[in-house]
């Protein structure tokens, strides 16, 4: 049971290019996230996904798009990178049941880095 | 809106002695609240949470956490600190559509 995994661990990018986040989830969880990690900024929610099928905007979207490929895998993708976007990235995800707010797990994360 | 305030960016204590995370949120309905420990380089681990009930809840590695609703707090507390302690802790609120707000942090330094 490897909860939930992402790849890849670290990346440095150019400006302008682009790329793609991996995540996946053994639990059978229906919910999935993604957050950036910035120093004295906490945890933004850029993209979640309440369920299979569909997507959402979090705080901080702009420049980014995801996929729910499936129940287990939920990408996040950088079309056109840009420094502002060098940050920690870390997928999350959990099993959202009607009214309550289980506590969500959260992959070991990717250090990405846009020069 | 939802937010939560972690008043208490950096902390430094010695190893054995005790310690209390501030926590406070700002929401409209019955809060859901969580803490989370990040030790270097690594994700982030739940401590404990708290739906409803006793106000008071224990977690892993000897933390707790005591609700106040009174004044929208949710502290993190231990009775001795120990040097593995040292990491960065994360107070977060679960809101509508399962999102979870999170504080900024707060980084524990633990002095031998």
Redesign the interface.
């Known amino acids: 049971n490897a909860g939930?995994t992402q790849t890849p661990k670290f990346q440095v990018l150019k400006t302008g290019q682009s790329m793609t986040l991996q995540c996946a989830q053994d639990m059978n969880h229906n919910?999935m996230?993604w957050y950036r990690q910035d120093p004295?900024?906490?945890?933004?929610?850029i993209y979640?996904s309440?369920s299979e099928g569909t997507t959402?905007k979090?705080e901080v979207p702009n420049g980014y798009n995801v996929s729910r490929l499936n129940k287990r895998e939920f990408s996040l993708r950088l079309e056109s990178a840009a420094p502002s976007q060098t940050s920690v990235y870390?997928c999350?995800s959990?099993l959202?049941l009607a009214g309550?707010?289980?506590?969500?797990?959260?992959?070991?994360?990717t250090r990405l880095t846009v020069l | 809106a939802q937010s939560v305030t972690q008043p208490d960016?950096h902390i430094t204590v010695s190893e054995g002695a005790s310690l209390e995370l501030r926590c406070n949120y700002s929401y409209g309905a019955t809060p859901?609240l969580?803490w989370?420990v990040q030790s270097p380089?690594?994700?982030?681990?739940?401590l404990l949470?708290y739906?409803s009930g006793d106000t008071l809840v224990q977690g892993i590695k000897g933390f707790e956490a005591e609700f106040k609703r009174s004044q929208s707090s949710f502290n993190l507390r231990k009775p001795s600190v120990h040097w593995s302690d040292a990491a960065e802790y994360?107070c977060a609120v679960?809101?509508q559509?399962?999102?979870?707000y999170?504080?900024?942090?707060t980084s524990l330094t633990v002095i031998p």
Not at chain 1, 101 to 108: A, I, K, M, S, V
Not at chain 2, 41 to 46: A, C, D, E, H
Not at chain 2, 97 to 100: A, L, T
């Open positions: 939930v919910s996230y004295g900024m906490g945890l933004r929610l979640y309440a959402d979090g870390f999350a959990s959202r309550t707010y289980n506590e969500q797990f959260f992959g070991p994360g | 960016i859901y969580f989370y380089g690594q994700g982030l681990q739940l949470k739906f994360f679960g809101a559509g399962n999102q979870f999170f504080g900024t942090g």
